[in-house]
């Protein structure tokens, strides 16, 4: 495992580079019932290039879905900027009407379960889109998807019902929809979650094959070794937040190609099987010893137990105090840093 000292995000203050489509920075996504607040996302940081195919993994309830629907612009953060290159500023600033017609040409999407109209032909569903787009002729509409049919395998098939079709069938179809409006980036959905391993294989390679011949970036949420290992980038979630990039990321063992990257906040997430294997029961100090980090465990003798329970410790985002045993802010759902006690002592 690596730390890299850079961060890849951008301030929103600073001159973006030309390649930048997306951008996330220091997004937090709190979900409220009655009785209960959930912390979905703390702190999420990351950008999305042209031309780029990134993966995104992480087990279940780790913020996957949430992170691709605020990308989306389908949800709004709690608090935090959502950048669109299309859009040129912060999501926010823009209505609901706004980011649905800039959505449809800017964004392609395609789901686990795609949902095909059982009234429409396969090259009316491929069209369909760019019917609610409204921006090109019927004839120039019939030419592009005709076009994608025919990338993705499927021009015997332009009349069929989707009642007909194969799951890996469907999928292509699905594929073929998301680029009718020739969008620079499509988000997929666990997209070979339903597949074999051979129909998952051919599917992921139309993708690259879109990827590098029309230049459309790619961001895909799985679980999926066969998937996470053909893309450019894997991004690592866990707790609501990014605690690894990953250019050659082997699922069942991430901690062998995770690099830690610092957030927005300069806090670096240490993995629980990194501090297990460490074993510093009680913390450590940090210091900088030729250009490295050099973490100095903190012996038992120099502790007082009792007073580190009662110790509150203020949190360093929204300043609400918590109980020392909190790893995140009760508020907020912040990462605390129970190391800043050691620090004061």
């Known amino acids: 495992m690596s730390i890299r000292a850079r961060k890849l995000m951008y301030d929103p203050t600073e001159e973006l580079p030309d390649n930048l489509l997306l951008a996330l920075f220091n997004i937090y996504k709190i979900y409220h019932s009655k009785k209960i607040e959930h912390v979905a996302l703390r702190g999420v940081s990351l950008s999305?290039?042209?031309e780029e195919m990134i993966s995104c993994v992480g087990p279940s309830g780790s913020g996957k879905t949430t992170l691709l629907r605020i990308l989306a612009g389908l949800i709004p953060p709690t608090a935090?900027?959502?950048y669109w290159k299309k859009l040129g500023a912060d999501l926010s600033l823009f209505t609901v009407s706004q980011l649905a017609s800039v959505?449809?040409?800017f964004l392609g999407y395609i789901s686990q379960q795609p949902f095909l109209l059982s009234q429409f032909s396969v090259l009316k569903n491929v069209m369909f889109p760019g019917m609610i787009n409204d921006r090109l002729s019927s004839r120039e509409?019939?030419?592009?998807?005709?076009?994608?049919?025919g990338r993705v395998g499927l021009l015997d098939r332009v009349d069929s019902s989707p009642n007909k079709l194969s799951s890996g069938e469907v999928q292509r179809v699905s594929l073929a929809s998301s680029l009718i409006n020739q969008p620079d980036v499509v988000f997929?959905?666990?997209p070979t979650g339903n597949l074999d391993f051979d129909t998952g294989e051919q599917f992921l390679d139309l993708m690259k094959e879109i990827n590098e011949n029309l230049g459309t970036a790619f961001f895909i949420v799985?679980?999926?070794p066969q998937v996470a290992k053909r893309t450019d980038r894997v991004m690592e979630l866990s707790d609501g937040m990014l605690i690894g990039h990953h250019t050659?990321?082997?699922?069942a063992a991430l901690h062998h190609t995770r690099t830690l990257v610092p957030d927005a906040q300069n806090r670096i997430?240490?993995?629980e099987e990194l501090m297990e294997s460490l074993d510093f029961p009680w913390g450590f100090s940090v210091d900088i010893a030729e250009k490295k980090l050099v973490l100095n465990p903190i012996a038992i003798e120099d502790i007082d137990p009792e007073e580190i329970l009662e110790k509150e410790l203020p949190c360093q985002l929204c300043g609400t105090s918590n109980s020392y045993k909190n790893r995140f802010c009760d508020h907020c759902g912040s990462l605390l840093s129970q190391f800043k006690f050691f620090k004061e002592n």
Do not use: C, F, Q
């Open 222 to 224: 799985t679980h999926s």
């Open 80 to 82: 935090g900027t959502v």
């Open 48 to 50: 999305i290039h042209s």
């Open 269 to 271: 997430y240490l993995p």
């Open 248 to 251: 050659v990321a082997n699922l």
């Open 103 to 105: 959505r449809n040409r």
């Open 188 to 190: 997929a959905d666990e």
């Open 141 to 149: 509409l019939k030419y592009r998807a005709l076009d994608l049919l």
